[in-house]
C-alpha cells in the first residue's frame, strides 16, 4: 500500500502537466475538472496519512520515548530531500518567467510617462505657488494700507487697488473684496461681476482656519485664492489667475495613463502568482508522498535502535541486568544488540569493584578536604606537569581562580605572578623554594609568602607540587607605613629647621642688594622670589611629611555624619564653581562616634582629588569637550553609612592599589600623601576605603573614579532614612 501510494504521487503530477500543458484544455473541459479532482483525493489522503503518523511521532518525541529522535531526523531528511530541487526548479522557473515578462514593460515608456506626469504637476504647482505668492502680496499690502487709516471704507479700498493695478495685471486677472457672508464690498478696475464666482460658507470657514484657500476650477481654466484681511472686519481678498485647461487636461491624462500602465504591470504578479499556485500544488504532491515513504522508513529503521536507547537509559539509571532482543541477522543493528548485552555483563562485574574502591576513596577524600579547606593558608595542588589538580577554599579567595579547574590550567596561566618560582624550583632541581610575591586581583595588590615544594611518591617518584601561601598584605602595609612614618619625621626634621633662615636670608639679600644694583635689580629680585617661592612649597611638603608622621588618635565623639558631608560638600561647591555636583543625601540625621575634624579632612581631601582628576581630564582633552561632574551619595545599611564619591576625571591606573602608598601620585604637582592619611583616618575610625572604576555618565563612554568610604554608626537606621535630597 506504501508503494502504491508513493509511485500514484508521480503519476498524478505528470497526468496534470499533459492535461494543462500540451493539450490546452480549458477550465470547463471534463478531463482536467477529473484530473484536478484526483489531485484533490490524493492530496487530502495523503495530507491525512501524514499528518496522523506526524502526531503519533510528534506524540512520542514528547514522551521522550526511545528512537523518537531519530525517527524525526530521518523523517526531516526525506522531506528535506524532496523540498530542496522543488524549491530550487520553482525559483529558476519563476525567474524565467520574470524575465519573459521584463520585455512587455521599456524603462523608457516608464520614464517618459513619469516625466510627463512631473511636468503636468510641475506646471499645476506653479500656478498655485504663484496665485498664493501674489494673493498673499495683496493682503499685505491692503492690510498695511488699513494700519495707516483706521476708518478706510469701501471706496478707499477700491482707491487703493487701484494705485496697484499695474502689479495686479502682471500676475491676476480679478481681484475682489468680500465680506463674511460673500458679498463683494471693493473689486478692482477690471474685475468684473459677470466673472465673479460666489464662494461658500465652508470656504470662508476654511479660509479663517488655514490663512489661506486655493480653489481649483478645471471647467473655467482658473485658479482662485481666498484670503482673509486680518487688519480689517470680516473682509476678505478674492483674487483669480487663468491657466491653460489643455495643459491640465494632460494632466488628467497622464495620469490615467499612468495607472493603467501600474495595472498592467500589476498584472505580471497575478501571472507570476497563478503559475506558484499551479506549482505549488505538483509540489505537495510530490513532497507529501516523499515525507510518507521517509515515515515509512524511518519507523523500520528506528524501532531496533529505540529498544537500545531504552535499555542504555536503563543503564545509565543503575540497572546493568537489562537485556535486549537480539534480532536474527548478520547485519550491523543485530550485531550491536548483542555486543550491548556482553557489555552490560563486563560493567556489572566492574561496577562491583568500583564501588568497593570509591568508598574507600569517599573516606580519604573527606579527611582530606576537611583538614585543608580549615586552614586560612592557600594550598594549591599541582601534576607533575604543573598542571592545577587541586584548590582549597583559601587559595580561590587569595587568587581569584576557579576551585573546578582541575587539571584544566597550568600554573603559570591561572596565576602568572607564581611562573617564575616554579620555574626556579624545577631549574635548581631543588625541593623546597620560598619568597615573597606581589600580585594584583580585582584592582587590589597582595603581598604572599609562597612556599613551593615538590610531592613524591613512596618510590620517591615525582608526582606533582604543593604550593603553600599566606597573605602578609598587611603585615607588609604596616611595616612599610611604619618605615615611612620614620622617614617623614627625619626629614621634616632636617628640612624645615633651614627653611626659614633660607627665606629670610633672601629677603633681606632683596632688600639690601636690589636699590643698589640699578638696573640689575629687577634680575636680582626675580631671583630671590623665586627661592623663597620654593621655600615656601618645600615647607609646604614638610607640613605634609609631618601630617603623615604624627597623625593624633582620633577624638571620637557623637557627631551627625551627614551634617559633617554636608559642610564639606557646601565648601568644595564654592571653591569649584566649573563642576556640577550631584548630592543625595538622606534627610534623617546619622549619628557616629567620630572625630569631626579628621572625618572632615578625609573627606575634603576626597572631593578635592575628584576636582584635580576632572582638571587633568580637562588639559588631556584638548579636542573633546568635558562636562565637570561629581556625584556623592550617602546611605545608611544596618549599623553602617556607605558614602560614594564618584567623578568622570582621568579615572584610575591599572595598579590602583598603589595609590594608598605614601608618595606615590598620579599628579605632577602632588605630594603622594593625601589618600595614605585619608585611608588612614578612615581605618582607624573602623571603616574602610576602596577604590573603583565608576560607571560613564557624561554621555562619552569614558569611565570616571569611584570612591567607596564605610562608616560605622550608631544606630541601624536604614528604615529611619525616608527622604533623600537632590541638588545639582
Not at 619625621?489 to 629677603?507: D, F, G, M, V, Y
Amino acid at each position: 500500500m506504501t508503494l502504491s501510494l508513493v509511485v500514484l504521487g508521480p503519476v498524478l503530477a505528470g497526468l496534470t502537466f499533459i492535461v494543462l500543458g500540451p493539450l490546452d484544455q480549458g477550465a470547463s473541459a471534463l478531463g482536467l475538472r477529473l484530473t484536478l479532482l484526483a489531485d484533490l483525493v490524493y492530496v487530502l489522503l495523503i495530507a491525512a496519512l501524514v499528518m496522523q503518523r506526524v502526531a503519533r511521532m510528534i506524540a512520542a518525541r514528547r514522551a521522550k520515548s526511545a528512537g523518537s529522535r531519530l525517527h524525526l531526523r530521518l523523517t526531516g531528511v526525506f522531506a528535506l530531500l524532496a523540498l530542496i530541487p522543488t524549491i530550487l526548479v520553482a525559483v529558476f522557473a519563476t525567474l524565467s518567467i520574470n524575465i519573459g515578462l521584463e520585455g512587455w514593460f521599456s524603462d523608457r515608456v516608464r520614464n517618459v510617462l513619469a516625466t510627463s506626469l512631473r511636468a503636468a504637476q510641475a506646471y499645476e504647482e506653479e500656478h498655485r505657488s504663484e496665485l498664493q505668492r501674489d494673493g498673499l502680496a495683496l493682503a499685505a499690502y491692503l492690510n498695511t494700507e488699513r494700519q495707516a487709516t483706521f476708518f478706510m471704507s469701501d471706496g478707499e479700498v477700491r482707491q487703493a487697488l487701484g494705485r496697484v493695478q499695474a502689479q495686479i495685471e502682471r500676475g491676476l486677472s480679478e481681484v475682489f473684496v468680500l465680506d463674511g457672508a460673500g458679498e463683494i464690498t471693493a473689486r478692482g478696475t477690471r474685475s468684473y461681476l459677470f466673472d465673479y464666482e460666489p464662494v461658500t460658507s465652508a470656504e470662508i470657514d476654511t479660509a479663517l482656519r488655514e490663512g489661506i484657500l486655493i480653489i481649483e476650477d478645471w471647467e473655467n481654466n482658473e485658479f482662485r485664492a481666498l484670503i482673509p484681511l486680518e487688519t480689517f472686519v470680516d473682509r476678505f481678498l478674492f483674487v483669480s489667475r487663468e491657466v491653460d485647461g489643455e495643459i491640465l487636461s494632460l494632466l488628467d491624462d497622464t495620469r490615467e495613463t499612468v495607472g493603467l500602465y501600474e495595472q498592467l504591470e500589476a498584472d505580471r504578479g497575478r501571472l507570476l502568482f497563478e503559475f506558484g499556485l499551479l506549482y505549488l500544488g505538483f509540489a505537495a504532491i510530490l513532497i507529501l508522498a516523499a515525507i510518507w515513504l521517509g515515515l515509512w522508513f524511518a519507523e523500520r529503521l528506528s524501532r531496533p535502535v529505540g529498544r537500545l536507547v531504552t535499555a542504555s537509559q536503563q543503564v545509565g539509571a543503575g540497572d546493568l541486568n537489562v537485556r535486549v532482543i537480539e534480532d536474527d541477522g548478520d547485519d550491523e543493528i543485530s550485531l550491536l544488540g548483542k555486543n550491548f548485552n556482553d557489555m552490560t555483563a563486563q560493567l556489572r562485574e566492574q561496577r562491583d569493584r568500583l564501588v568497593e574502591n570509591s568508598r574507600q576513596i569517599e573516606r580519604r577524600g573527606r579527611l582530606f578536604d576537611s583538614v585543608l579547606s580549615s586552614i586560612t593558608s592557600g594550598v594549591v595542588g599541582l601534576d607533575a606537569s604543573g598542571d592545577i589538580a587541586f584548590v582549597n577554599k583559601s587559595a580561590t579567595r587569595l587568587l581569584d581562580i576557579a576551585k573546578d579547574d582541575h587539571g584544566t590550567h597550568a600554573l603559570s596561566v591561572a596565576v602568572p605572578e607564581f611562573g617564575p618560582l616554579f620555574d626556579r624550583l624545577r631549574a635548581e632541581g631543588r625541593e623546597v623554594v620560598q619568597d615573597q610575591i606581589n600580585l594584583v586581583r580585582n584592582g587590589q595588590q597582595e603581598s604572599l609568602l609562597v612556599r613551593l615544594s615538590t610531592r613524591r611518591g613512596d618510590d620517591a617518584k615525582l608526582e606533582g607540587y604543593v604550593v603553600a601561601f599566606d597573605d602578609i598584605t598587611n603585615l607588609v602595609s604596616a611595616q612599610r607605613l611604619a618605615a615611612w612614618g620614620d622617614v617623614a619625621r627625619r626629614i621634616a626634621h632636617e628640612i624645615k629647621n633651614p627653611l626659614t633662615p633660607i627665606q629670610l636670608s633672601a629677603e633681606r639679600i632683596k632688600r639690601k642688594f636690589t636699590p643698589a644694583l640699578g638696573d640689575d635689580g629687577a634680575d636680582l629680585a626675580q631671583m630671590t622670589d623665586v627661592i623663597v617661592r620654593q621655600t615656601n612649597d618645600l615647607r609646604r611638603i614638610v607640613d605634609e611629611f609631618s601630617k603623615f608622621a604624627r597623625m593624633p588618635e582620633p577624638d571620637r565623639i557623637r557627631n551627625n555624619l551627614r551634617a559633617v558631608l554636608a559642610d564639606v560638600l557646601s565648601l568644595q561647591e564654592a571653591g569649584q564653581p566649573d563642576v556640577a555636583f550631584t548630592v543625595a543625601l538622606p534627610d534623617a540625621e546619622i549619628e557616629a562616634d567620630i572625630d569631626a575634624t579628621m572625618i572632615t579632612q578625609a573627606f575634603t581631601n576626597l572631593l578635592k582629588n575628584a576636582g584635580e582628576a576632572i582638571e587633568t581630564r580637562v588639559e588631556k582633552s584638548v579636542t573633546l569637550p568635558v562636562d565637570p561632574q561629581i556625584r556623592v551619595s550617602l546611605t545608611v545599611d544596618g549599623a553602617t553609612a556607605r558614602i560614594q564619591i564618584e567623578d568622570n576625571g582621568i579615572g584610575l591606573p591599572e595598579d590602583r592599589a598603589k595609590l594608598f602608598e605614601p608618595y606615590v601620585t598620579t599628579r605632577d604637582k602632588g605630594t603622594g600623601l593625601g589618600l595614605p592619611i585619608v585611608k588612614k583616618i578612615i581605618e582607624e575610625h573602623g571603616g574602610t576605603l576602596v577604590l573603583e572604576t565608576a560607571e560613564a555618565f557624561d554621555g562619552t563612554g569614558h569611565a570616571g573614579a569611584r570612591v567607596v568610604v564605610i562608616l560605622p554608626v550608631l544606630e541601624a537606621a536604614a528604615n529611619s532614612v525616608t527622604g533623600s535630597e537632590e541638588k545639582g
